[in-house]
């Protein structure tokens, strides 16, 4: 399985973005697909997640929303209101257990696209 992300670049602060991650190589259509995220000189963290429903971290909810197109084997993630801290690197992944799951999702576990580099400037 590869899973592809894309869709990063330099932003202004307020903006939006809309990052995808195709998947290739089996249909993840049964999966969680998630997205986690990278701020230099800080560890990963996890954003948001969907299965069968979605799940978010705290400081996702409100300005991203994750969703998916089965029949692309894409999920997406649109962050709106972008401010500088949104700045890292967005990886996308997937996971046989559920959304929530997701969440606590080591390197280890699963499936883990490259990733793409979001940068807002103020």
């Known amino acids: 399985v590869q899973l592809q992300a894309s869709g990063g670049g330099l932003v202004q602060a307020g903006g939006s973005v809309r990052l995808s991650c195709a998947a290739s190589g089996r249909t993840l259509s049964t999966y969680a697909m998630g997205w986690f995220r990278q701020a230099p000189g800080k560890e990963r963290e996890f954003v948001a997640a969907?299965?069968?429903?979605?799940y978010y971290a705290d400081s996702a909810k409100g300005r991203f929303t994750i969703s998916r197109d089965n029949a692309k084997n894409t999920v997406y993630l649109q962050i709106n209101s972008l401010k500088p801290e949104d700045t890292a690197v967005y990886y996308c992944a997937a996971d046989s257990r559920t959304a929530q799951a997701m969440s606590v999702m080591s390197l280890g576990h699963g499936y883990w696209g490259q990733g793409t580099q979001v940068t807002v400037s103020s």
């Open positions: 969907i299965r069968w429903n979605t």
